[in-house]
């Protein structure tokens, strides 16, 4: 089967941001008010709803592209939306990374590198 590397990568970025894109929509107040208090000294103090905001559509559109992707790949070795998903997931990545860094959060910065580096890795096998 050809891509299957690919389309488990996809699979996996579907999963980690529709369940949090979905937590987001389901649980506001909650995510909101963790947040408000996670980046209280950051720069990112007064803007905290409209971030979590443009996050959750980021993290949104990451997991439902991730899926449209793989299902391209599979269905019509088309991976157009396979590369957009991996764009898209990037920039998700190292928005949630900066907010972390500046939020002096380092063990949670490094954790998201965990989920950055599969993703580099599928841009470089959509890519070649």
Known sequence: MEHLTEIFILLMLAI????S????VTDWKGNLGWLKGHFEKSPFNGIVPILLLVLTILELSSGITAIVGGCMLYFSDDNCWAMI?????AGTF????LG???AKDYP???GIV????PTVFLLYLLTN
Not at 16 to 19: A, E, G, K, R, S
Not at 94 to 97: A, I, V
Request: a positive charge; proline letters at 0%; zero cysteines.
């Open 114 to 117: 965990v989920y950055f580096i």
């Open 100 to 102: 972390q860094r500046l």
């Open 85 to 89: 998903a991996a764009v898209l997931s």
């Open 108 to 110: 949670g910065a490094q």
């Open 94 to 97: 190292l928005s949630l990374f």
């Open 21 to 24: 894109g979905i937590d987001k």
């Open 16 to 19: 980690v941001f529709l369940q």
